[in-house]
Every structure is written in C-alpha cells, then in structure tokens.
C-alpha cells in the first residue's frame, strides 16, 4: 500500500481498451476502504466485466482483516482475504491483535498473511516496533502454514535479515507492490519471492526503471494487482472524474507489463493467474458466478 488522494466516485468514462482474454486474479485490493463504501458491489463487478474473476482483500489492520474475511464470505470463491498489520500500524500490534490475527488466519477464506514488513520512509510507527511486529507476523503464518503478503520501503538491509532468517519455515510469499530497483529484486527473487507489480509502472517519472526489470522476473513469480483505491495509473486515458484506483483497471496495467516483457497480454494473464492461484491456493471460480 502506498497512499495517494483519492475521491470514492465510481469512473465516469470507458476503461482501458485493453481487455482479458484469459481470467485476472487482483493479488492485493484494499476493498475494505472507505472510498468503496457507496459502491462496492459495483467495484467488483465491473471488475468480473473486465476479465478480473477473483480478488485478494488486503488486510492492513485488525478492523480490515475482519472485513476482509466479511467481504470474502459474501462473495465465496471471487473474493480471499490476507490478515495482519502494516508497519504503519506496527506499534499497535498488541498480544490481543496477535491472537485475533492468529484465529483469523485459520479461516478459509483468508491466503495469507499480511501485509506486513517495514516502512521506513513514512516512519508511522518506531523502527524497533515495526521490527517486532515483522517477527511476530513472520512466526504466524509459519504456525498457520501460509505465504506472507509483503510490504517494505526504504528499510530493504533490515527487511531481507528478518525475511532471511524465517524463510525456511514459511510456505512462500509475495514483494507487493514491488518498486524496488535491480538489487532488491534479484535479492527477492534469489530468495523464492514472487513479484507483485501494480500501476506503478505506469508511472513515466517514477516507474521506468520497472520496465527495464520487469523482463528478469520468472514468469511463473510475476503477480499483478492493483493496491486499490491507490496508485490509478498515471497513463490510463480517459482519467476518470475520481483518483480512485479499482480492479477494472488491471488489465491496463497487465498491458503496460506484457509490452515491457516483450509478450502478449493474453500470455501475461494466463501465467500471471496460474501463480497467483499457486501461491494462494486459490480454486478456479465457479464461472456461473462471475457475473
């Protein structure tokens, strides 16, 4: 998650023409956001319009990770959830917030833990009570048996040690929003990280250098989504009325990686699916109810 200012207004003009022609899994969603509120239904099927079958509600916070696993109950086999706590809120991550992560972990509908890791760009919360809360994260899903949803910025030395030193215990994970350079991500990558790429690359003025790196990402690790209702690509053309970013435009975004990779977005959409359904073990949706 990275913010930006954002209206909850529902886009007033056509979406990208850059359409699915296989099924899109949106890795990392913030549906849970107030700006969705007044239309939430809507968001999500005009994301099953646009070829985006299934979605993975971030949780950021206790409060999110509860309506996550709410949203995915509501919408079995469309919508999963992650549970945990963003360094932002690491100060907060007392014994009972463990526990009630713990417990919402083991629901069905949640795939994974976080999002968790460190930011010290923003410094919301100390660097040692982010790290604590990393460990802590780190240990519960290796309890629980599943992968870790990853956020780290301007804290790579000390993110990679803490990663290091619980991966053998953990059953994979993912670098969201990925808008590191060479080093971090052949780092990820030496590791066993997957990739989570957003709109980001769409970005002229911060998101090139992506689409120079992109090609060395291991197709079957290369994830999309689009950390709604931030980071609306910069590109998109008609802009909607509001700054609020939403799955429909992933497939915009799944465009601008396949051209920087060099292959058709047809073949993005199926390797990029079939990863995201590995690593979260994800079912394949029931296509009478992607409506």
Not at 111 to 128: K, N, Q, T, W
Not at 251 to 278: D, K, M, N
């Amino acid at each position: 998650m990275i913010e930006n200012d954002i209206t909850g207004t529902a886009p007033a003009a056509p979406v990208s023409q850059a359409r699915a022609v296989a099924p899109f899994i949106d890795i990392g969603i913030n549906l849970s956001h107030d700006s969705y509120d007044a239309d939430r239904s809507s968001v999500i099927a005009r994301a099953a319009t646009a070829g985006v079958v299934q979605m993975v509600v971030t949780g950021a916070s206790a409060a999110s990770s509860r309506q996550g696993v709410a949203l995915s109950r509501q919408h079995p086999g469309r919508l999963f959830a992650t549970a945990g706590v963003h360094p932002h809120h690491a100060a907060g991550l007392s014994a009972a917030v463990l526990t009630e992560l713990g417990e919402l972990a083991l629901e069905p509908e949640v795939v994974a833990v976080g999002e968790c890791g460190l930011d010290y760009y923003r410094d919301y919360s100390p660097h040692e009570s982010q790290r604590n809360a990393f460990h802590r994260q780190l240990e519960l899903a290796a309890r629980c048996g599943k992968p870790v949803f990853l956020h780290q910025r301007d804290a790579h030395a000390d993110f990679i040690a803490i990663l290091r030193e619980h991966w053998p215990r953990l059953a994979g994970g993912v670098a969201h929003c990925f808008t590191g350079g060479a080093a971090e991500l052949e780092c990820y990558l030496e590791l066993g990280l997957a990739i989570g790429l957003t709109g980001w690359i769409c970005d002229e003025r911060r998101g090139a250098h992506l689409r120079e790196l992109v090609p060395r990402i291991p197709a079957d690790r290369l994830l999309l989504e689009t950390d709604g209702p931030y980071l609306l690509p910069r590109d998109l053309r008609p802009k909607p009325a509001s700054r609020r970013n939403e799955p429909v435009y992933l497939p915009h975004i799944a465009a601008v990686v396949a051209r920087a990779r060099g292959e058709p977005v047809e073949s993005l959409a199926q390797t990029s699916t079939a990863a995201a359904r590995r690593l979260f073990r994800l079912p394949r949706p029931d296509p009478r109810n992607i409506t």
